[in-house]
Antibody, heavy 121, light 107 residues
Framework: QVTLRESGPALVKPTQTLTLTCTFS??????????VNWIRQPPGKALEWLAR???????FYSTSLRTRLTISKDTSKNQVVLTMTNMDPVDTATYYC?????????????WGQGTLVTVSS | DIQMTQSPSSLSASVGDRVTITCRAS??????LAWFQQKPGKAPKSLIY???SLQSGVPSRFSGGGSATDFTLTISSLQPEDFATYYC?????????FGGGTKVEIK
């Protein structure tokens, strides 16, 4: 059974760095073709893809957020970490992690429940 | 980045209606088009990938079509559990991009 769960602070202040952790089970990020993505959704708005890390440590980022994002993995802990620097109120959103691959790497087939992050002073 | 434009942004329909949602890509994306369904307070659920392939467990009343830049999601007979917001997504190139969503409401 594949599961993913996001964890991190519910509230961050402007200019702070956000660190989110995705803890997963039911698959391994050492399996060829496996990937984990981060996607966010501001309240009442559309989905926005942020980043992806692959089994072989390839990484992909949103064009507009590339300079602020870092994605990394700890395969021994079955975790993927996303950091986002210089947080702003417009970054208030529900942040999801989701698995994709091994066949269709661009489509997330299992998602976490999401974690709401509010940016406010 | 490839822009994905959905229409309409919302629609009202009755149980049993046939519903079609349109998604247009700003450039050709081959067959790298997926659809997701999202209910309030829940994570998105993958419905379709590769334009037409249904994910396991997705009812056959859902179907996808189109090619190149223009795509559709059709629900042949709307059921009460289908009232939700639907998103298209391209995975032809990075960054991955989603459409703005189509909210399907009860008439």
């Amino acid at each position: 059974q594949v599961t993913l769960r996001e964890s991190g602070p519910a509230l961050v202040k402007p200019t702070q760095t956000l660190t989110l952790t995705c803890t997963f089970s039911g698959f391994s990020l050492t399996t060829s073709g496996m990937c984990v993505n981060w996607i966010r959704q501001p309240p009442g708005k559309a989905l926005e893809w942020l980043a992806r890390i692959d089994w072989d440590n390839d990484r992909f980022y949103s064009t507009s957020l590339r300079t602020r994002l870092t994605i990394s993995k700890d395969t021994s802990k079955n975790q993927v970490v996303l950091t986002m620097t210089n947080m702003d109120p417009v970054d208030t959103a529900t942040y999801y992690c989701a698995r994709s691959g091994p066949v269709i790497r661009g489509v997330s087939d299992y998602w976490g429940q999401g974690t709401l992050v509010t940016v406010s002073s | 980045d490839i822009q994905m434009t959905q229409s309409p942004s919302s629609l009202s329909a009755s149980v049993g209606d046939r519903v079609t949602i349109t998604c247009r890509a700003s450039q050709g994306i081959s067959n790298h088009l997926a659809w997701f369904q999202q209910k309030p307070g829940k994570a998105p659920k993958s419905l379709i990938y590769g334009i037409t392939s249904l994910q396991s467990g997705v009812p056959s009343r859902f179907s996808g079509g189109g090619s190149a830049t223009d795509f559709t999601l059709t629900i042949s007979s709307l059921q009460p559990e289908d009232f939700a917001t639907y998103y298209c997504q391209q995975y032809n190139s990075y960054p991955l991009t989603f459409g703005g969503g189509t909210k399907v409401e009860i008439k």
